[in-house]
């Protein structure tokens, strides 16, 4: 999915964060935003996620604006892991399937396994509590329940800069 943004503008609290931004996010691309801290990078991946609504300006998303599509359609497209991992409460498992069973979409536990293989976490974190986990483990299940929906458009938040 090729996601473009035109004059967007994103106010937080009054503040313009994102001022007349004209983008193009190339679909089967790495696209990697850089900026200084507090510069409105989470502020943009939100808003192209859905997750915020722009102020003014248009997102296009493989060419149809954000304001002829539904947001919940929108979010079940794009893949979030956010600077913070946020687990639930309630198991890995848990923490996995919820997302799935919101839009009644069956992935069989072959697949949740194989996803878990892929960013080295054990099946046996399957029953683990997410308070258990290291960070660094919490973020990794992150990852796998963003990759299970099977998104179009996978996003990774920021990071720090080392
Ligand atoms: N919920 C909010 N309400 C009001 N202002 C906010 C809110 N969230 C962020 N801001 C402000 O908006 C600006 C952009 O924040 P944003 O989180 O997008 O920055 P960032 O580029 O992702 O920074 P970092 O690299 O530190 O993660 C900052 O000045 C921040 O203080
Ligand atoms: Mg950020």
Redesign the pocket.
Same mark, same amino acid.
């Given at each position: 999915m090729e996601i473009k943004c035109d004059r967007l503008r994103i106010n937080? +609290?009054g503040?313009a964060?994102i001022n007349e931004l004209s983008a193009a996010f190339p679909s089967r691309a790495v696209n990697i935003v850089i900026?200084?801290? +507090?510069?409105?990078?989470?502020? &943009? &991946?939100?808003t192209i996620a859905a997750l915020n609504d722009p102020t003014d300006g248009t997102i296009y998303y493989d060419s149809k604006p954000h304001c002829e599509l539904q947001s919940r359609f929108i979010r079940s497209k794009i893949g979030m892991i956010f600077?913070r991992p946020t687990l639930f409460e309630g198991t890995v498992y848990n923490n996995l399937t919820f997302g799935l069973e919101q839009q009644n979409m069956r992935i069989d536990d072959k697949e949740i396994e194989l996803t878990l293989k892929r960013v080295g976490i054990p099946t046996s974190y399957l029953s683990k509590k997410g308070n258990e986990l290291s960070i660094g483990e919490q973020q990794r299940i992150c990852i796998v329940r963003s990759l299970l929906p099977r998104p179009i458009y996978f996003s990774l938040?920021?990071r720090?800069q080392p």
């Open positions: 937080y +609290g503040n964060v900026g200084s801290s +507090g510069s409105g990078k989470s502020a &943009l &991946l939100r600077q938040t920021n720090p």
